[in-house]
Each structure stands twice: as C-alpha cells, then as structure tokens.
C-alpha cells in the first residue's frame, strides 16, 4: 500500500492478519506474507505486536469486540422475536459458508482448535468469544419468556445452539455440502418453535 494511505499502520497489519488468518489459517500463514499485504515494515509489525502470537490475540480480541455489530447484531435486527433472531442467525452463518465456496464459516471457531495450544492470552480470548455468544443468545432466550419448554435453561440452551452451529459449519466445511448445516437447523427450528404456551409450534418457513 502507498504511505499516504489514510488508513492507520496497525489497523493495515491486523486486516491483513485477519484475512489471512481466516483464508488459510494462523500455522500456515507467515510474517512476511502479512507484511507484503499489509504493506507495513518489520519494524511496525513488531512495534505494535511483538510478536505474530501477539498479533493473533489481537485478531482475536477484535473479533471479540465485533461479536454484536458484525454477528449478533444483524440477527438482533430481524426481529423482537427470540426464534427468529436465533434462525436469523443461524441462517448468517449459512450464507458466509455458501459465499466462502466452504472455506469458512465462523472467522474464530475456524482458529479455535489451530491456536489452542498457541498461548494461554489466544485460548482466554477464543473462550470469551464463545461466552459472550452465549451470552447475546441467552438474553434473547430469556427475554423472550416462552420459546423454549418449561425447565429449559436458556443459558445451556445457547450453549446448545453454539455447539449445533460451529459442529454443522464444521461439517459443511469437510463435505463442502450445507447439507449437514440444513439438517440440523430444520431440526432446531422445530424444538425452538415449540411454544411452552399451550405447546403450540409455529410455522416453519421455507429456505431459500
């Protein structure tokens, strides 16, 4: 990139870092690579990260920051209605795996298991990621008052709906097939949709 470019030093390193990262992983992706993309020196890559494990966590940690504008957010927007907000999102996951030709679905769980022996502050930043996920979908749970059977605890529930979304991104991922990923949401939609109120289910839309 030119010097004039108005878009500050570290902000360049950790967009390339980032994108790098979520193409083709933190193992196999280099320093000097993040340099040339960066267009950054040496000197400013160690400046502000010391170090490319210091520049994963801070990728990390801005995924982190990001969680309700670029994931939660756009759900939250869908709809007052809890089941909505979760199939919204669920749904969000869906079309970056489609628009990613299945080479990406969740920027962090794609890292998480790659970087998990990396160092302690990386993992720390990978579990708050998942925590506050929960934490976003639970409130939507909770606020809702009635989407979920009786004796459901909303908080295991998103628990629940993290490990059904990052284990069918996965899975589509590996068969390069939403398959997997259609399969279980069709089948959330129907435990979500049952209304403790009277038991009564709404009804399914279709996928497009």
């Known amino acids: 990139m030119r010097r004039n470019d108005p878009v500050p030093t570290r902000d360049r390193i950790l967009d390339a870092a980032q994108r790098l990262f979520e193409a083709q992983g933190y193992n196999a992706t280099g320093v000097a690579e993040i340099l040339r993309e960066s267009g950054a020196n040496s000197g400013s890559l160690y400046h502000f990260f010391g170090s490319k494990e210091d520049l994963l966590v801070a990728v990390l940690r801005r995924h982190v920051e990001r969680l309700d504008q670029d994931i939660l957010g756009p759900a939250a927007g869908q709809s007052e209605d809890a089941v909505e907000r979760v199939l919204a999102l669920f749904d969000g996951y869906r079309r970056s795996l489609r628009a990613s030709d299945f080479r990406s679905g969740c920027p962090v769980g794609d890292l998480a298991l790659e970087v998990a022996d990396v160092s302690p502050a990386a993992q720390e930043q990978v579990a708050k990621y998942f925590d506050d996920w929960c934490d976003g979908v639970r409130g ?4 809702s008052g009635n989407c979920l ?9 998103a628990r629940l709906l993290l490990t059904v979304v990052q284990g069918a991104l996965m899975q589509g991922r590996a068969l390069r097939s939403v398959a997997p990923f259609d399969e279980c949401v069709d089948q959330l ?3 979500l949709q049952w209304r403790s109120s009277g038991g009564r289910r709404t009804k399914r839309r279709r996928r497009r």
Not at 140 to 143: D, I, M, N, R, V
Not at 149 to 157: G, L, Q
Request: aromatic share 6%; hydrophobic share 40%.
């Open 140 to 143: 939507w749970l909770e606020a």
């Open 189 to 191: 939609r129907v435990l």
């Open 149 to 157: 059977p009786p004796n459901t605890d909303p908080a295991r529930t």
